[in-house]
């Protein structure tokens, strides 16, 4: 089964449901948004997603810590660890369909008290400054930068996320320094998702001026198993240097 949906984590200071919900009602403009039953609406433009409300997690700012490569504002860190509760929005997976939503409501979360913003189906996370100065921008690559994440394996460095575009993930062999590894990997994805072009396995590109030439082998995504939210159902190209 494809993994069809873009699960964001924001913790928040609510203390139950009924004082997210009542937050939701006391919104301005008055009668706009309503919560019930799992579901967020904005009742003016007849649009809604479905949102879980879950308690206090007592390893959520490792977890942002981890998300955001320790690269977290004091004052946001120092937030999440006093969080009380935490909600996760799930939308449909296809960022590029789906931005503007993901957009309306994740701003909607922050109005709500939300602190800041982890994707459970990547791994990335963001404060919200960051967030939406890369989700809001017309350019491709700062929507990749905002649902991608890099990641480092046992003998490969690989992307996890580009389900998000309807797209299979990268992985390079840890033969390559990691710098490169990571310029490769972001260069591959990228010109996938601006080019729109079928990639056959057995394929030799050439991916700058380098000269060097890597011949592409897809395969499942073994790295993370069926059933994660991370695994990614496109599959995994291995770029191996020809």
């Not at 490769?184 to 601006?194: A, E, P, S, V």
């Not at 700058?208 to 190209?237: K, M, Q, T, V």
Request: one cysteine or more; aromatic letters at 12%; charged letters at 25%.
């Amino acid at each position: 089964m494809l993994n069809r949906e873009m699960i964001v984590c924001v913790p928040g200071p609510w203390e139950n449901r009924s004082d997210f919900a009542r937050r939701v009602f006391a919104l301005e403009p008055s009668g706009r948004y309503t919560f019930a039953g799992g579901v967020l609406a904005d009742v003016q433009h007849q649009d809604q997603i479905q949102v879980e409300f879950l308690g206090q997690h007592p390893r959520m700012a490792e977890a942002f810590e981890a998300a955001t490569r320790g690269d977290l504002p004091f004052d946001v860190a120092s937030a999440i660890a006093k969080h009380r509760s935490s909600i996760y929005l799930r939308f449909p997976s296809n960022v590029v369909e789906e931005r503007l939503r993901i957009l309306k409501f994740t701003e909607l979360a922050k109005r709500l008290g939300g602190i800041a913003l982890k994707l459970e189906s990547c791994g990335v996370g963001h404060w919200w400054d960051r967030w939406f100065q890369l989700l809001a921008s017309k350019n491709e690559f700062d929507w990749y930068c905002a649902v991608v994440m890099l990641l480092a394996g046992d003998d490969r460095y690989y992307s996890c996320g580009m389900h998000h575009f309807g797209l299979a993930d990268s992985t390079v062999e840890k033969r390559m320094v990691i710098r490169q590894a990571a310029n490769l990997i972001n260069k591959f994805n990228y010109w996938r998702i601006i080019n729109h072009r079928t990639v056959r396995s057995s394929e030799i590109l050439r991916l700058d001026e380098s000269g060097a030439r890597f011949r592409l082998l897809w395969e499942p995504d073994r790295l993370n198993p069926e059933g994660d939210l991370f695994h990614n159902p496109y599959g995994i190209w291995l770029l191996r240097e020809d």
